[in-house]
């Protein structure tokens, strides 16, 4: 029988050692996704893509994500890739939990602008297959990012640290990932660190990425194809067709409502629901466990 000894450094250094590979394999499906749709990956004047090549490219970092991490959990953290948090329990819960986080936060704060005068309603563009694929492309997103960012990087570094500390650190790298995008401004960093917590939060409860999931692409998809503002600096299709007349850390600007004061306000208020809601279910649980260990 082989043992295991436990080592407190072994998930900080996970992540470390993940980071060259990652960038290798997703990048070399990266180049096969620009191949195939016809993009010069090498011009940086031809990144403006239609939405299929924006799936098709999305599509492939996923494939590389998992990629990546499958052939590390296997050879290097030696276990299995579901334990990066697919387990069965509770998927349709947590998934129309997330999805009506992110719905509610995307509809209060649209509301909230438009009644502050900070956006302005142009018009509308319904445009069915434009939605599927803009869909697709943003449950590509969500499973890539949470996969790696709280799958793989904060279910590690919970290993080496307590699980705030974790949890803190994941949504450090979280905000860095994105601080090549357009229209990036501090404000917005600050967002995506908070983004972060959010989406982090379920995660060390549950150990379940379902959620976390399906909050990402609820908050991805509503507020870019249904409300009409820029993901994370990114302008694509829209149903909702807004405009403003001046930036602001309340609108925004063109880094997109998640760059907005309102929006750090609604996250923190919704880390605090469900920081009260995973505390009661623990302490509702505490005594069944112990009940269940008497017999």
Avoid at 8 to 31: A, C, D, E, M, S
Avoid at 238 to 262: C, R, V
Wanted: aromatic content about 14%.
């Amino acid at each position: 029988m082989t043992i295991r000894i436990s080592n407190k450094h072994q998930g900080w250094q996970n992540v470390l050692q993940i980071i060259l590979p990652y960038f290798l394999i997703v990048g070399i499906f990266q180049i096969i996704g620009y191949s195939i749709t016809g993009i010069d990956f090498m011009n940086s004047q031809s990144i403006p893509r239609s939405p299929h090549q924006t799936l098709i490219i999305s599509f492939a970092s996923l494939a590389g994500t998992i990629t990546a991490l499958w052939f590390f959990m296997k050879y290097v953290v030696e276990e299995p890739f579901i334990s990066l948090g697919f387990e069965k329990k509770s998927i349709k819960e947590d998934t129309i939990r997330g999805i009506y986080y992110g719905l509610i936060i995307m509809l209060i704060g649209f509301v909230s602008l438009l009644l502050f005068d900070e956006i302005h309603f142009r018009s509308l563009n319904f445009n069915l297959p434009l939605i599927v694929l803009s869909l697709l492309h943003y449950v590509c997103v969500a499973i890539s990012e949470e996969l790696l960012l709280r799958g793989f990087v904060l279910n590690n570094l919970m290993k080496s640290f307590n699980k705030v500390t974790a949890l803190l650190l994941s949504s450090v790298v979280f905000s860095l990932l994105h601080a090549g995008n357009p229209n990036i401004t501090f404000f917005g960093l600050i967002d995506l660190f908070v983004a972060g917590i959010l989406l982090g939060l379920p995660y060390l409860y549950t150990k379940n990425l379902w959620f976390s999931i399906a909050l990402h692409f609820s908050w991805n998809f509503f507020q870019g194809t249904i409300f009409g503002f820029n993901v994370s600096g990114i302008e694509n299709y829209s149903i909702i067709q807004t405009d403003y007349k001046l930036a602001s850390i309340w609108n925004g600007g063109d880094f997109g409502f998640e760059g907005s004061i309102l929006s750090l306000i609604f996250q923190l208020i919704a880390i605090g629901i469900l920081y009260m809601s995973f505390e009661n279910k623990l302490k509702t649980a505490l005594p069944e466990r112990k009940t269940a260990l008497i017999k």
